[in-house]
């Protein structure tokens, strides 16, 4: 597939997100993949990751490489991980999933060591 063919489907399948991320176009994101892809596999900096406690959300309906298998696997399979991976029934921007993933974010939040003894709720985020 020619590096335009690349980039068109990238942008059919990234739907309204040159309208979200501010300056950030499916078009230098995809020129940034293309370019620094391989130091952006998280893959490999698992055993740096595992020292701290990580929280990863991943989407049933995105493509099979979003979904962080190979990272989980790794992450799994150090023992001292501090690991949280939670799986939801929807697309990549979590569209219809929007208030389960922040529930899932600020609970996760609040379980941490370091969380303030007062830490938000849900009902005082909404205010």
């Given amino acids: 597939m020619s590096a335009s063919q690349q980039l068109e489907a990238f942008a059919s399948d990234s739907g309204d997100m040159d309208a979200q991320l ?8 995809l020129k940034e993949i293309m370019h620094d892809g391989h ?6 900096l698992a055993p740096n990751l595992v020292q701290r406690p990580l929280l990863v ?3 049933t309906d995105d493509d099979r490489d979003d ?3 190979a990272l989980l696997a790794s992450l ?13 029934q929807t697309d990549h921007l979590f569209g219809d999933h929007r208030r389960a993933l922040e529930t ?3 609970t996760w939040l609040a379980k941490l060591p370091i969380a303030p003894t007062n830490s938000p709720t849900m009902a005082t985020l909404a205010d």
């Fill in 67 to 69: 979904q962080a298998f």
């Fill in 57 to 59: 959300v991943t989407a």
């Fill in 76 to 88: 799994e399979r150090t023992p001292a991980a501090q690991l949280t991976a939670v799986t939801m």
């Fill in 39 to 44: 130091s952006l596999d998280l893959t490999q």
């Fill in 104 to 106: 899932a974010v600020v």
């Fill in 22 to 29: 501010g300056s950030v176009t499916s078009a230098s994101l």
